[in-house]
């Protein structure tokens, strides 16, 4: 199976260069990876109904013979229509069609087909709208329906996975050894990725399902298990404590939840011959930075260097500025490293690293180059860490010898998932926000209600204030939902036609989004139209309303990140969710917002409504397609999953026995794009 990771798309009749690129956007560049691209859900096309016993208003099989000739009409909006009428012992249903006038020709009178809809019951009358038809001799099954994107059907990507599937060897190396796969009663690989894709019975899609989850928990929890087995000793330890004085030149007093922080950490690093591997978990303008600083604090004070790192230049700026702010009065030098530091100032700073000269370095993924040599780095910093993989925190790890190691996350994980996403990671919590802070009055309003809502914020604006509009998607392929690129447009050519309005999202260049994002951060700008990428730590104070279209797509979790980024200074601010969702669960779900402002009792509402999943971020752990693995069964996997990576590690702790090669081959997959939550 390993060896259809190496093969590229190519192989497959018919994929061309077009069809390449397309799968390309996906992720998917091999065979291998196509095989692992799910199905969304299936169609049943393996029950055929009687007209009679047919259901109706859902997707549904019947088999039966043209019984009129086809008739065409023009319809009050000018389309062309085609009807026709088909028969079976039991009743007569309704067929229409609309220009598809080469119909007559197939659907003769008297001949037989299988009619593949939905039917309607309208005045009694059964009507079935432009159903798909087969010849009654085609095969039945159940019909996989995969997300299609622009470019590309899913029966096309059907046809491809079908190829697919006929490439694979007869008999299949089994990643999860056979114990295990007794153990939780799984069945084989063999068995799953035909039966994921191809099912022959409704039951095996649950079984199929069940194994993939538990085959990417797994190679996950060996990923990090692994990870945290390597050597941890280490030679820089705090001799002395200052963070009495670092206190002093704080400009206003720490909470207690940043003492304990600090206290927590600091303990760790004075122990001997053992590096510090913390998460600090801390909800939006909690004030992790501040624990930061008074590490690199200690560090330089103890004669060591410290490396924080951050995902964007924005971030890395805004760090970097209230560090020497702070440090103003100190003898400790700070210098900040990315890709537009002119060269002759990096060659400076690289120069004065190397020498220690430098006590504190904030960077972007800059940091990470090769001529960046440290003398003396005692701890290495990550910063919004669900940006970074694990490789490159390991390549910061690298440039020191053991450095100790915070890792900070704006996400607040219930307690229960950390402990299984971290494994052995000390965890240190701040679950107090800084005293005077104004909680962000939320609402939940119908879209109906937008123009007030708009009328609102645009007074907001006329007070000299800023705020972001977000909406949920960019691809133009979902059929409901507007795109942000057209949602733009509408917003500039009509609501805000008059207001200085900037599109933000995830596919834009790096330097596009960084010359918006400033744009934004110096006033340039008042209404920031985008998807969630505003959700990663941008920190602009005078940003006061947040609007989120579409809000019930979003879980509670991201829904309070985005809340996050509003609130940021004394100014009142206001979050307005918008939807038309008339389902209660995701209605009680928005509601649970207004009144309820703690990040981590949120994560906790969420982990109970809608599964793991959220946290383990659907596309990027390839969950993708296994359904919506609710709360309980994802957590038992979960747990099976851990104690299956430790009973493998404990036998291999490198994962270097052929047994394991494939499992190694994922778990190496993953650290190469592999993003914890
Ligand atoms: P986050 O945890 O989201 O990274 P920051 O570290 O950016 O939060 O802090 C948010 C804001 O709160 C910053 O402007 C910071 O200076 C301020 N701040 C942090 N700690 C305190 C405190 N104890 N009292 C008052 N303001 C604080
Ligand atoms: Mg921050």
């Given at each position: 199976m390993a060896s259809l990771f190496s093969k590229?798309?190519?192989?497959?009749?018919?994929?061309g260069k077009n069809y390449k690129e397309i799968f390309l956007k996906l992720g998917i560049e091999t065979v291998g990876d196509l095989l692992y691209f799910f199905p969304r859900t299936y169609q049943d096309l393996s029950n055929v109904f009687s007209i009679k016993d047919a259901p109706t208003d859902v997707l549904c099989l019947v088999r039966a013979k043209v019984c009129s000739d086809v008739i065409e009409l023009k319809t009050s909006s000018g389309r062309i229509m085609q009807k026709v009428k088909v028969c079976d012992k039991s009743s007569i249903l309704n067929l229409s069609f609309f220009g598809s006038s080469f119909i007559s020709k197939v659907l003769k009178n008297n001949a037989e087909f299988l009619f593949f809809g939905k039917i309607k019951n309208i005045f009694g009358n059964l009507v079935m709208v432009s159903p798909e038809y087969f010849k009654p001799t085609v095969p039945l099954y159940l019909r996989p329906v995969y997300n299609q994107?622009?470019?590309?059907t899913s029966k096309r990507i059907e046809a491809f996975m079908k190829q697919s599937l006929d490439l694979l060897p007869k008999t299949i190396g089994e990643p999860i050894p056979i114990t295990i796969r007794e153990t939780f009663n799984l069945t084989s690989l063999g068995f799953a990725i035909k039966n994921i894709h191809?099912?022959?019975?409704?039951?095996n899609i649950t079984s199929s399902r069940r194994y993939f989850a538990f085959e990417q928990m797994l190679t996950f929890q060996l990923k990090i298990t692994k990870f945290l087995l390597k050597n941890k000793k280490?030679?820089?330890?705090?001799?002395?404590?200052f963070t009495s004085k670092f206190f002093k030149i704080l400009p206003f007093n720490p909470t207690n939840a940043q003492k304990r922080c600090i206290d927590e950490s600091l303990n760790d690093m004075k122990i001997k011959n053992f590096s510090m591997r913390r998460l600090l978990q801390g909800d939006?303008?909690?004030?992790?930075t501040v624990v930061a600083l008074a590490l690199c604090y200690n560090t330089a004070k103890n004669g060591f260097q410290s490396a924080i790192m951050v995902p964007t230049e924005i971030l890395a700026k805004q760090h970097f500025v209230f560090f020497r702010k702070i440090l103003s009065k100190e003898n400790i030098s700070v210098e900040m490293l990315t890709r537009s530091t002119a060269a002759k100032a990096k060659k400076e700073i690289l120069d004065r690293l190397k020498n220690c000269e430098i006590d504190i370095l904030v960077g972007t993924h800059?940091?990470?180059?090769?001529?960046?040599?440290?003398?003396?780095?005692g701890i290495v910093i990550t910063d919004e860490?669900?940006?970074?993989g694990v490789l490159q925190r390991e390549k910061l790890l690298d440039k020191g010898e053991n450095p100790h190691m915070l890792i900070m996350s704006?996400?607040?994980?219930?307690r229960t998932l950390a402990l299984v996403f971290y494994g052995d990671l000390s965890i240190s919590r701040l679950d107090e926000l800084p005293a005077g802070r104004q909680k962000v009055d939320t609402f939940l309003i119908r879209s109906k209600k937008r123009k007030d809502a708009f009328n609102f914020v645009k007074n907001l604006i006329k007070n000299g204030h800023q705020g972001y509009i977000v909406c949920p998607?960019?691809?133009?392929?979902?059929?409901d939902l507007i795109s942000v690129n057209e949602y733009f447009k509408i917003l500039k050519n009509e609501?805000?036609?008059e207001y200085n309005i900037a599109l933000l999202h995830g596919k834009m260049r790096e330097s596009q989004k960084n010359d918006v994002m400033n744009k934004f951060y110096l006033g340039g700008i008042d209404v920031l139209i985008s998807t969630?990428?505003?959700?990663?730590?941008?920190?602009?104070?005078?940003?006061?309303f947040i609007v989120v279209e579409n809000?019930?797509?979003?879980?509670l979790s991201t829904l309070h990140q985005l809340r996050g980024r509003?609130?940021?200074?004394d100014v009142k601010s206001y979050c307005i969710l918008v939807s038309d969702t008339q389902n209660e669960t995701s209605l009680k779900r928005l509601k649970t917002l207004k009144n309820i402002f703690d990040g981590f009792k949120l994560a906790d509402e969420d982990l109970k409504s809608r599964g793991p999943g959220e946290f383990l971020g659907t596309r990027q752990h390839g969950f993708?397609?296994?359904?919506?693995?609710?709360f309980c069964d994802g957590m038992k996997i979960l747990k099976q999953a851990q104690s299956a990576a430790r009973e493998i590690l404990k036998e291999d702790p490198v994962l270097e026995k052929p047994h394991h090669r494939y499992l190694k081959f994922k778990v190496e997959n993953l650290e190469k794009s592999g993003v914890l939550p």
């Amino acid at each position: 199976m390993a060896s259809l990771f190496s093969k590229d798309l190519d192989k497959l009749r018919g994929i061309g260069k077009n069809y390449k690129e397309i799968f390309l956007k996906l992720g998917i560049e091999t065979v291998g990876d196509l095989l692992y691209f799910f199905p969304r859900t299936y169609q049943d096309l393996s029950n055929v109904f009687s007209i009679k016993d047919a259901p109706t208003d859902v997707l549904c099989l019947v088999r039966a013979k043209v019984c009129s000739d086809v008739i065409e009409l023009k319809t009050s909006s000018g389309r062309i229509m085609q009807k026709v009428k088909v028969c079976d012992k039991s009743s007569i249903l309704n067929l229409s069609f609309f220009g598809s006038s080469f119909i007559s020709k197939v659907l003769k009178n008297n001949a037989e087909f299988l009619f593949f809809g939905k039917i309607k019951n309208i005045f009694g009358n059964l009507v079935m709208v432009s159903p798909e038809y087969f010849k009654p001799t085609v095969p039945l099954y159940l019909r996989p329906v995969y997300n299609q994107t622009a470019g590309i059907t899913s029966k096309r990507i059907e046809a491809f996975m079908k190829q697919s599937l006929d490439l694979l060897p007869k008999t299949i190396g089994e990643p999860i050894p056979i114990t295990i796969r007794e153990t939780f009663n799984l069945t084989s690989l063999g068995f799953a990725i035909k039966n994921i894709h191809f099912p022959q019975k409704t039951a095996n899609i649950t079984s199929s399902r069940r194994y993939f989850a538990f085959e990417q928990m797994l190679t996950f929890q060996l990923k990090i298990t692994k990870f945290l087995l390597k050597n941890k000793k280490n030679n820089f330890v705090i001799e002395n404590d200052f963070t009495s004085k670092f206190f002093k030149i704080l400009p206003f007093n720490p909470t207690n939840a940043q003492k304990r922080c600090i206290d927590e950490s600091l303990n760790d690093m004075k122990i001997k011959n053992f590096s510090m591997r913390r998460l600090l978990q801390g909800d939006v303008g909690s004030g992790k930075t501040v624990v930061a600083l008074a590490l690199c604090y200690n560090t330089a004070k103890n004669g060591f260097q410290s490396a924080i790192m951050v995902p964007t230049e924005i971030l890395a700026k805004q760090h970097f500025v209230f560090f020497r702010k702070i440090l103003s009065k100190e003898n400790i030098s700070v210098e900040m490293l990315t890709r537009s530091t002119a060269a002759k100032a990096k060659k400076e700073i690289l120069d004065r690293l190397k020498n220690c000269e430098i006590d504190i370095l904030v960077g972007t993924h800059a940091m990470l180059s090769d001529k960046v040599i440290f003398k003396k780095l005692g701890i290495v910093i990550t910063d919004e860490q669900h940006r970074f993989g694990v490789l490159q925190r390991e390549k910061l790890l690298d440039k020191g010898e053991n450095p100790h190691m915070l890792i900070m996350s704006a996400t607040p994980i219930p307690r229960t998932l950390a402990l299984v996403f971290y494994g052995d990671l000390s965890i240190s919590r701040l679950d107090e926000l800084p005293a005077g802070r104004q909680k962000v009055d939320t609402f939940l309003i119908r879209s109906k209600k937008r123009k007030d809502a708009f009328n609102f914020v645009k007074n907001l604006i006329k007070n000299g204030h800023q705020g972001y509009i977000v909406c949920p998607l960019i691809e133009e392929d979902d059929t409901d939902l507007i795109s942000v690129n057209e949602y733009f447009k509408i917003l500039k050519n009509e609501a805000f036609s008059e207001y200085n309005i900037a599109l933000l999202h995830g596919k834009m260049r790096e330097s596009q989004k960084n010359d918006v994002m400033n744009k934004f951060y110096l006033g340039g700008i008042d209404v920031l139209i985008s998807t969630t990428v505003v959700e990663v730590g941008v920190d602009v104070p005078n940003a006061v309303f947040i609007v989120v279209e579409n809000s019930e797509r979003f879980g509670l979790s991201t829904l309070h990140q985005l809340r996050g980024r509003v609130g940021r200074a004394d100014v009142k601010s206001y979050c307005i969710l918008v939807s038309d969702t008339q389902n209660e669960t995701s209605l009680k779900r928005l509601k649970t917002l207004k009144n309820i402002f703690d990040g981590f009792k949120l994560a906790d509402e969420d982990l109970k409504s809608r599964g793991p999943g959220e946290f383990l971020g659907t596309r990027q752990h390839g969950f993708s397609g296994l359904g919506a693995i609710n709360f309980c069964d994802g957590m038992k996997i979960l747990k099976q999953a851990q104690s299956a990576a430790r009973e493998i590690l404990k036998e291999d702790p490198v994962l270097e026995k052929p047994h394991h090669r494939y499992l190694k081959f994922k778990v190496e997959n993953l650290e190469k794009s592999g993003v914890l939550p």
